[in-house]
Each structure stands twice: as structure tokens, then as C-alpha cells.
């Protein structure tokens, strides 16, 4: 069974950073992207960026909204993804999902999400 | 404003058959398979239909899924109860490289 558990979410002021982990298993790891969603309270589904798999390049996307500020990266000997949030802003509040990509990069798995509040 | 297009709410009487379309452009529907995801209230999304149409292991048969052009649909059937949720297309955007959701739809069963 996949299961996909995220961690690491907090409180935090604007302008500091924050790390979220998602350990991942029933599935082998290093072979899929991994990708990261949030959901703002109350509001839809923003895909955040992924991180392809080392066979595919290893090589990184991200949405507009954070190129610059965040960064994905993965460590496929503990089968875990990370998601580097850094210049954090009050409108990055959210609910932070992470996925497996499956076909075409497409999410076939979610995690339980783990909760980032922006605030002073 | 999402990338794709979709109402923010629909309902329907049970058993009966609702659609929720969703539309998006060439770059990323027109040419790349679509995923439709369900999402109970306080809950994780869930994969509902993968690459346009197709069902993953365990999801009812009363959902399915099609594609013309730019536009995708999700069709659901014999209308239940336990179906009123949020429901969000996805697709894979080639300009922007990276994925699309719909802005969502509210399936409320009356």
C-alpha cells in the first residue's frame, strides 16, 4: 500500500524559512517524481513543483507563485522528499500535500498534508 | 483564476447523472491526458479518473471520464450521498511546464 506522510509543519513568522519532509513507502521510491500541492484555507488546489526521478534527470519544476523561494529535493536511500520553503509570505498559509507523479507527472497518490500558517 | 475551467458548483437529485466539464487550452488539455480528483470535506484528495478515462482499482464504476479538444468531463452516475464533495481536474501544461488544476466544483446531492 503507498502511503505518503508529510511532517514538519508550523507557525512560522514572514520572512523565515521552513523544511516539510514526506516519507514514502509500499512503492520503490527512486522510481517516480514526487510533487508537491498546497490548498490555502477554504480555497482549491495549487500544484507547487515537483522533482523527477534520478533516471529521468533528477531535474526540478515549480510554479510561478514560488520559483525562487521554495526548492524540492529528494533522498531516495530514505525514500524521502523534502520541500525547502524559504522568504515565506503570509499568502503561503496552507495546507501542504505531498504526491506521487504518476503518468504524464500526474498525482495518483496524496498524502494527509501536513499545515504551514504564515503569521506574525 | 485557475489555468482550467470549471463551474463552482453543481447539483443533482440521487440516482440521478451529473457532468462536470472542465476547460483548459492546447497546451495542456488539448494535448496531454487529464486526472480528476475527489475530495471529501476535511479530507486528502483522492485519484477519482487517470489519463482522461481510465478507473483506478477500487473507484465505483458510477464515475468515468472523457476528453474532446481542450474540454474534459467527469460523469457521475446514480448519484449518492456519500458523492457530495469538491471535484478538480489536472492536467500537465506544456508552456507553463508544470501542472494545471480546475478552480474545483462543489457536487452538492439534494
Known amino acids: 500500500e503507498v502511503q505518503l506522510v508529510e511532517s514538519g509543519g508550523n507557525l512560522v513568522q514572514p520572512g523565515r524559512s521552513l523544511r516539510l519532509s514526506c516519507t514514502a513507502s509500499?512503492?520503490?521510491?527512486?522510481?517516480?517524481?514526487m510533487s508537491w500541492v498546497r490548498q490555502a484555507p477554504g480555497k482549491g488546489l495549487e500544484w507547487v513543483g515537483l522533482i523527477r526521478s534520478k533516471a529521468s534527470g533528477g531535474t526540478t519544476e515549480y510554479a510561478a507563485s514560488v520559483k525562487g523561494r521554495f526548492a524540492i529535493s529528494r533522498d531516495d536511500s530514505k525514500s524521502i522528499a523534502y520541500l525547502q520553503m524559504n522568504r515565506l509570505q503570509t499568502e503561503d498559509t496552507a495546507m501542504y500535500y505531498c504526491?506521487?507523479?504518476?503518468?504524464?507527472?500526474?498525482?495518483?497518490?496524496w498524502g494527509q498534508g501536513t499545515l504551514v500558517t504564515v503569521s506574525s | 483564476q485557475s489555468v482550467l475551467a470549471q463551474p463552482p458548483s453543481v447539483s443533482e437529485a440521487p440516482r440521478q447523472r451529473v457532468t462536470i466539464s472542465c476547460s483548459g487550452s492546447s497546451s495542456n488539455i488539448g494535448n496531454n491526458p487529464v486526472n480528476w480528483y475527489q475530495q471529501l470535506p476535511g479530507k486528502a484528495p483522492k485519484l477519482l479518473i487517470y489519463y482522461t478515462d481510465l478507473l483506478p482499482s477500487g473507484v465505483s464504476d458510477r464515475f468515468s471520464g472523457s476528453k474532446s479538444g481542450t474540454s474534459a468531463s467527469l460523469a457521475i452516475s446514480g448519484l449518492q450521498s456519500e458523492d457530495e464533495a469538491d471535484y478538480y481536474c489536472?492536467?500537465?501544461?506544456?508552456?507553463?511546464?508544470?501542472?494545471?488544476f480546475g478552480g474545483g466544483t462543489k457536487l452538492t446531492v439534494l
Open positions: 489536472a492536467a500537465w501544461d506544456d508552456r507553463l511546464n508544470g501542472v494545471v
Open positions: 509500499g512503492f520503490t521510491f527512486g522510481d517516480y517524481a
Open positions: 504526491t506521487r507523479a504518476g503518468l504524464s507527472a500526474l498525482i495518483d497518490y
